[in-house]
């Protein structure tokens, strides 16, 4: 049985969506189309998911695991055997999505390459999510979010000025291209509704990482090659000490500006022309930005935050284990519990859209390996006997066969 069927119907219900991808650009995206009402089958080969095997102070399964593939069903097969491929091709002929993020030499082998596929379902939205494309030099290479955050100069512009580039942590690369794989996919589910086609969805890290850059990436005729892209407002706009903690102000509007000299103390400064706007404050970096931490050293930054009020935009710097229970994120609904066959009950996050009329299903939990695999045969109309020859031919996995070598 689908865990979500018993739940309020979301905008994509009645999408049965196949997630044959690893990591997290394509499962994540995957999950956000099971937030909003997809079926999604998730479908690993022997060894797992790899990241059901990165580090985690959880003992039963990865911490990342969990928060990328919620509300998915789980079934192993090794697309390597004829048998287990043939259970593929049945689930293609019944499915509207599939999702992969193999290099591009390896889905023909496999026999799953949108060529292959296409005859099977005409109406299958085939989505590929690459490292760097579907052409070029380097459309067969290995594509990670941090190897593409450092070769797009992400990295460069991350760093201090005269320092080494520093890595953006949080995959940010990757949870980009999430949306990216769920936004076409919506687009090309809404366009198969007019045309009755399916078509191929490409989405590269690569792209990724280049349209979180759109900003910078404007190169005017007659501009040198190393013009000035850094956006950052000579450091008035950024994170700052406080006598207890580290408060985040955005001040780079008039009025912004204006109250945040009123708040700390520096009614001067707001009225003095050499300041008067975000190009001027920067170039007096280095006069005005002493002056503001020493005001700020008279409170916590907790203490600045709730001073500020709604008149600057501004954040204390806090852990992300304070978010589960900030009064915010409750009421937005933003955590749940779930229940998990191993892990047992944990608080995670929910809910990264909301729709009026038709919410969506509750979340559940990310799948054991393998877990689901014999109820979604039985749907696929497999006997008992067929299952078990299956099982028996390790084309179909349970938990126990997952190789970890």
């Known amino acids: 049985m689908n865990p979500s069927a018993s739940h309020a119907a979301g905008p994509l219900a009645g999408v049965r969506v196949l997630d044959l991808s690893a990591y997290i650009a394509g499962p994540y995206g995957c999950a956000l189309l099971a937030d909003q009402g997809a079926d999604v089958i998730k479908i690993e080969p022997p060894t797992g998911d790899n990241l059901r095997k990165y580090p985690s102070t959880l003992e039963a399964e990865s911490r990342a695991f969990l928060g990328v593939n919620r509300s998915k069903r789980g079934i192993a097969l090794d697309l390597k055997l004829p048998e287990a491929h043939a259970v593929l091709l049945d689930l293609v002929r019944g499915a509207d999505v599939l999702v992969h993020n193999f290099r591009p030499t390896v889905p023909a082998r496999l026999g799953i390459a949108y060529e292959q596929l296409r005859e099977v379902n005409p109406r299958l939205v085939y ?29 460069t512009l991350q760093g201090k000025r005269g320092g080494p580039p520093e890595i953006i942590y949080g995959s940010v690369v990757d949870y980009y291209a999430a949306a990216l794989v769920a936004a076409g996919v919506a687009s090309a589910l809404y366009e198969r509704e007019r045309s009755g086609e399916g078509q191929y969805v490409g989405v590269s890290l690569l792209r990724s990482a280049l349209t979180m850059q759109s900003a910078r990436l404007v190169w005017a005729d007659g501009e040198p090659e ?43 400064l707001a009225t003095d022309e050499r300041y008067d706007s975000v190009r001027k404050r920067a170039l007096h970096h280095e006069e005005i930005v002493p002056r503001l931490h020493e005001a700020l050293q008279a409170h916590s930054a907790l203490e600045w935050e709730a001073h500020f009020g709604e008149a600057v935009p501004c954040a204390a710097a806090r852990t992300v284990e304070d978010m589960f229970d900030h009064p915010q994120v409750q009421a937005e609904g933003l955590v749940t519990e779930y229940e998990h066959p191993v892990v047992g009950r944990y608080r995670g996050f929910t809910g990264p859209l909301k729709y009026g009329r038709t919410p969506g299903p509750a979340p559940f939990a990310a799948p054991l390996f393998g877990q689901h695999g014999d109820a979604v045969m039985h749907e696929l109309g497999y006997s008992a006997g067929e299952i078990e020859e299956l099982h028996a031919q390790h084309a179909l996995l349970h938990g126990d066969d997952i190789d970890t070598h």
Request: net charge negative.
């Open 127 to 155: 989505c590929a999510v690459t490292g760097y494309g579907e052409s070029g030099p380097l459309k067969d290479k290995a594509g990670y979010d941090q190897v593409l955050q450092t070769m797009t100069g992400m990295c």
């Open 226 to 268: 190393h013009v000035g892209r850094d956006m950052r407002s000579g450091g008035i706009t950024g994170i700052h000490p406080t006598r207890d903690g580290y408060l985040y102000i955005s001040a780079n509007t008039p009025h912004f500006w204006q109250a945040l000299c009123e708040k700390v103390g520096l009614q001067e």
